[in-house]
């Protein structure tokens, strides 16, 4: 199994879910996690990333971590200072219309979404609202463009479009489609070597699908062409996620291995949870286990069954703990506070 890995935790994308798989790896193998000093969520985001804000960082005695995983504005020169230079490099990406309503939902806060009722209204004049200048301007143009550490306001010429792909193709050994995210999960752990349970998930920091709300086709357009950037890059690595597919597995031997994984969630969901799916954060009983509100977003967690031997349990609760609370127990334990 591969063990050092780079993953470009790109926002709204199922990549919540991603890291806890990462967090179980990483913890049931006793690998080095580079956190953020402090032990924050964020390595200085969205800041471009750069190797001192890793804990434990020393430019006289480079050291290298197993899995850089936390929200990061991408630089790799600054990224090969912190891990080895066999890391295997992966990120996830989602369609730019479900990320913008997903994005306008749980950023609700930030100066371009704060003054308007609905996202229409947003698109209808997105210049009255969106202010390139501002430090938070990201969450609302071009999400994924920004965080693979390009200028998301940047013009959309056919030319900047290809180096821009030329440069994440050159970075980056394989990108993920959260829309297929089962499909994701197979190629990945394929590529890195791990058996089916390391790749096995809950998803997780989903919101209530209350606070969803549907898209026209007329909104569905504006979206794309205000995040075109986003849009192209998608469109680009979505048919060589395909074309992937097709070229080292073949669709019938996907389909067989993704119905294996289903039935494998299934199961743990059947030993793990109560009611075998995910509640509301006001029924989530363990208030350790109750993932961080965001914006208008409601997101949802899980009861893990009672009863439990202690194995299973501990199985179980690595599955369901939110990413900020596992991050926290893996920081402690990677940095123990020495006793005064």
């Not at 992937?244 to 291995?257: A, K, L, P, S, V």
């Not at 509100?293 to 893990?304: E, K, T, W």
Request: charged residues 25%; contains cysteine.
């Amino acid at each position: 199994p591969k063990t050092d890995i780079v993953f470009l935790k790109v926002h709204k994308s199922a990549s919540s879910t991603v890291m806890n798989i990462l967090f179980r790896f990483g913890e049931t193998h006793n690998l080095t996690f580079a956190f953020p000093i402090g032990g924050g969520n964020q390595l200085f985001y969205p800041q471009h990333f750069m190797a001192r804000f890793v804990q434990g960082f020393s430019p006289k005695s480079p050291q290298h971590f197993n899995i850089l995983c936390h929200h990061m504005r991408f630089l790799q020169p600054e990224v090969q200072k912190v891990v080895s230079p066999s890391a295997i490099y992966f990120s996830i990406l989602r369609n730019p219309v479900h990320l913008m309503e997903s994005s306008f939902a749980y950023y609700k806060g930030t100066s371009a979404f704060s003054r308007v009722r609905s996202l229409e209204e947003f698109l209808s004049q997105p210049y009255h609202y969106y202010n390139p200048t501002d430090s938070n301007r990201h969450y609302a143009r071009n999400l994924m463009t920004f965080d693979f550490g390009f200028n998301p306001d940047g013009e959309v010429s056919s030319r900047r479009v290809r180096l821009m792909l030329e440069a994440i193709e050159a970075s980056f050994d394989l990108l993920l489609i959260s829309e297929y995210f089962d499909e994701s999960m197979v190629l990945l752990k394929e590529k890195l070597c791990w058996d089916l349970d390391s790749i096995v998930s809950f998803p997780l920091n989903i919101r209530d699908s209350s606070t969803k709300s549907p898209l026209s086709n007329t909104i569905v357009e504006k979206i794309k062409d205000w995040n075109r950037l986003d849009w192209e890059i998608y469109t680009h690595f979505n048919r060589t996620f395909w074309e992937r597919i097709d070229r080292d597995f073949g669709r019938e031997r996907m389909r067989r291995e993704v119905k294996v994984l289903r039935d494998r969630q299934a199961e743990l969901a059947r030993t793990c949870l109560q009611g075998m799916g995910s509640v509301a954060p006001k029924d989530i009983k363990d208030s350790s286990l109750r993932p961080l509100q965001h914006g208008n977003a409601r997101i949802l967690g899980y009861n893990l069954k009672q009863g439990l031997d202690k194995e299973t349990e501990l199985m179980c609760r690595r599955l369901v703990t939110p990413e900020l609370q596992y991050s926290s127990a893996l920081y402690k334990k990677q940095f123990p506070q020495k006793p005064p």
